[in-house]
Each structure stands twice: as C-alpha cells, then as structure tokens.
C-alpha cells in the first residue's frame, strides 16, 4: 500500500490508497471493495450485430449497386461503389465462414 498521507485524499479520512496489479494506484472509499478486473463483455462491448447486421450489409449492397444507373456520366464513382460493394460482400463471406466454424455461432 502506498503511503495514506492526504496525496489525492482531500479532507476524507475514511479512503484509503491502494494499489492494483495492472493498474494505477486509485482511492477506495471505507466499506467498499476495488474493482478487481472488469471484462468488456461484461458490458455489452465485443458484441456482434448478429441477424440484423448481416441483413443491413444486403441492403448496402443493394443500395450501392442501384446507385450504378444514374445521371452522372463519368465512370470513377462507379468504380468506388463497386469497390465499396465488393468490400461488404467480402465482409459478409468472411463472417459467414467465421460464423460456420465458430464453436458457437449466432
């Protein structure tokens, strides 16, 4: 423990300093417990979109295809939505695969 003498204490007398493994010394209030370690899975985070997401990048596709017949008469916008499209195609075969040989998949 490092020394309790009033460094980023304030007038509390009842906080304590610690210090934690792999992390920054932090004050702890009496009665209360340091975090110990949390996961961002515990939060939400890490997540994937799931059904709904893999139906959003077909609708991209679409949309950005559509966008091919237009007004516009120079061809190198054509190229970006292609390549664009192509990305989340790519996208979108890698997750399948991914998903098929998950242990678990969604």
């Keep these: 423990m490092s020394d309790a003498s ?10 304590r300093v610690i210090e934690q493994s792999n992390r920054e010394e ?3 209030r009496a009665g209360e417990t340091p975090i110990t370690h949390e996961r961002p899975e515990d939060w ?3 997540g994937e ?3 709904a997401g ?13 966008m091919l017949f237009g007004n516009h008469e120079g ?7 292609v390549g664009a499209a192509l990305i989340i ?5 890698r997750d399948h695969f991914r998903r098929k040989n998950a242990w678990r998949s969604r």
């Design 6 to 15: 009033g460094r980023g204490q304030g007038n509390q007398t009842s906080a």
């Design 26 to 28: 932090g004050i702890v």
């Design 44 to 46: 939400g985070w890490h």
């Design 49 to 51: 979109t799931g059904k």
């Design 54 to 66: 893999r139906i959003a990048g077909v609708v991209m596709i679409a949309l950005l295809l559509v």
């Design 75 to 81: 061809r190198i916008e054509d190229l970006y939505l």
């Design 89 to 93: 195609v790519i996208a979108l075969i």
